[in-house]
């Protein structure tokens, strides 16, 4: 068989020729884009930090969203220059992307909750916040966690929908914080002698801020004795667990050295008054149940 009846290198050529100039423009588009996201990238970066978007947000927008889309939309058009159709295949993965979509409807929502959480603000990096009974210094942002490190070095992974579910304490936000102690005297100490006596323990504690100064207030009247509560301000929410321990143990050791007595746990007995009677009570038998009238038979 006559190879050349089977090949035409004349069309071909023709062939070769005419796609040349469509390959060479589909080349040029992708240059294009390229060129085209390498200039806009650093501007439209900085528009978005003006506009006091967070890092974090704005990587995830200009580096990986805004580059994957002129690349999807660059190969599109490059594409129909050389007379290949992809939009049907775009249009298959959509449906794929929408089938996966249900499947892993929790990352999906997770990642809607990350974009809410670096739209929104309620935290950022450096925050220390308390949320889900756990406490700690937010060290990382993604799309779908949010990374807490504790006071005791523990690595906390939460997924971004409990954080935004969830009652968040942000402990950073306005900067400068009040740290509570609880302290209870006896019913009998003066509560004025006590505050003085607080106050000048707290005042010179490592962290607690001079302004404003700290104060002793009567949170309730129990029957234990008085609850006090000494309120102390910080400027860094980062001091606000070791100010918290340095000042309890302030208060304590002033208080042991002025003898303010605190209540403690208490038992209370009942004596019997006569001997002979509580040794008659302790003799008595126990009472016998009524016989039933199987029994009796």
């Known amino acids: 068989m006559n190879v050349g009846e089977w ?23 992708l240059l294009a884009f390229w060129i085209a996201y390498r200039v806009t990238r650093k501007t439209l970066r900085q528009v978005l930090l003006r506009g006091h978007f967070d890092e974090a947000l704005v990587q ?30 775009l249009a298959g993965l959509g449906v794929i992307g929408i089938a996966l979509g249900f499947a892993a409807q929790d990352s999906v929502s997770n990642m809607i909750s990350g974009f809410l959480i670096f739209w929104d603000k309620p935290f950022v990096v450096g925050d220390y916040v308390s949320v889900q009974d756990q406490y700690g210094r937010v060290d990382e942002i993604t799309l779908r966690t949010t990374r807490i490190r504790t006071p005791s070095n523990s690595y906390v992974v939460i997924p971004n929908r409990k954080m ?60 234990a004795g008085v609850d006090l509560q000494v309120r102390v301000w910080i400027e860094d929410a980062a001091l606000e667990r070791p100010v918290l321990y340095r000042v309890t143990e302030a208060c304590k050791d002033a208080l042991d050295r002025a003898k303010v007595e605190t209540p403690s746990p208490q038992i209370q007995l009942l004596l019997e008054a006569d001997p002979a009677t509580a040794r008659s009570r302790a003799s008595i038998p126990l009472r016998q149940p009524k016989p039933t009238e199987s029994e009796d038979e």
């Open 7 to 29: 090949l035409d290198l004349r069309a071909l050529g023709t062939a070769a020729v005419a796609f040349l100039p469509r390959l060479l423009v589909a080349v040029l588009i």
């Open 60 to 89: 995830l927008l200009v580096d990986n969203i805004y580059r994957v889309g002129l690349t999807v939309l660059s190969i599109v058009i490059a594409a129909g220059q050389i007379g290949i159709n992809i939009l049907p295949a």
């Open 164 to 223: 935004i579910e969830s009652t968040l304490v942000n402990h950073s936000k306005h900067g400068g914080i009040r740290v509570e102690i609880p302290v209870t005297i006896a019913n009998q100490e003066n509560v004025e002698n006590a505050r003085r006596i607080l106050i000048a323990a707290a005042a010179p504690v490592d962290g607690v801020a001079s302004s404003p100064q700290p104060e002793v207030v009567v949170k309730a009247l129990g029957t």
